[in-house]
């Protein structure tokens, strides 16, 4: 691996290493079923952990049915939330849609957002209007294939890996070239 560069690891690996550090939780089976879809809350509880967020209890932001303090999800929900990686599909009617499966662009925005990769202005992928930038963000940064189908729901594989990636971009050392005075 070149300096500055970050390891290719593969899903297995990626999810491994995110359990060792509490980031994901297996199955009951002990395994990781990296080729099975998860839904936006489990996703945004994959979120706080990986970003270190602080779990919100005693707030309800959203209108969905059974969202209440009893849902495990909410403190999880709550916290993207405060932090701005989301903000629900509906903000008008207040709908976080936490049931439903996450997709490979909504990956992109929380990603792009928390890693504060740039938004570029020209776009060349398969995101929806609102997720064209993150979604090219994220290509340019290299955490998702350019030939993703970003309208898709994502894979716990591509959740695990991309979570994998992010987590080391803020460990690659970078070199500091001392200054000739
Ligand atoms: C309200 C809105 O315009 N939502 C967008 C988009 O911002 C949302 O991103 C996330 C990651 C979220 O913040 O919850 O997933 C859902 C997306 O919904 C989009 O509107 C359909």
Redesign the pocket.
């Not at 990686?85 to 903000?91: A, P, R």
């Given at each position: 691996v070149a300096f500055g560069e970050t390891a290719k690891v593969t899903p297995q690996q990626a999810f491994d290493a995110l359990a060792a550090k509490g980031v994901v939780n297996g199955f009951p089976d002990g395994k990781a079923h990296l080729d099975k879809d998860l839904t936006?809350g489990e996703f945004a509880k994959i979120v706080t952990k990986l970003f270190g967020l602080t779990e919100v209890t005693g707030k309800l932001s959203y209108n969905d049915k059974g969202y209440n303090a009893k849902n495990w999800a909410v403190p999880y929900i709550e916290a993207v939330t405060a932090a701005g990686?989301?903000?629900?599909?509906?903000?008008v009617k207040g709908i976080?849609n936490y049931n439903g499966k996450v997709t490979v662009e909504?990956v992109a925005?929380?990603l792009a957002i928390a890693l504060k990769l740039e938004q570029p202005t020209t776009t060349d992928n398969s995101a929806?209007v609102?997720?064209k930038g993150y979604a090219q963000a994220v290509i340019n940064a290299g955490l998702v294939e350019k030939t993703a189908n970003f309208k898709a729901n994502a894979l716990r594989s591509l959740v695990v890996e991309t979570a994998y990636y992010a987590d080391q971009i803020g460990k690659v050392p970078t070199l500091t070239v001392a200054s000739a005075e």
């Open positions: 936006r990686l989301m903000q629900g599909q509906d903000t976080f909504e925005k929380v929806s609102w997720a």
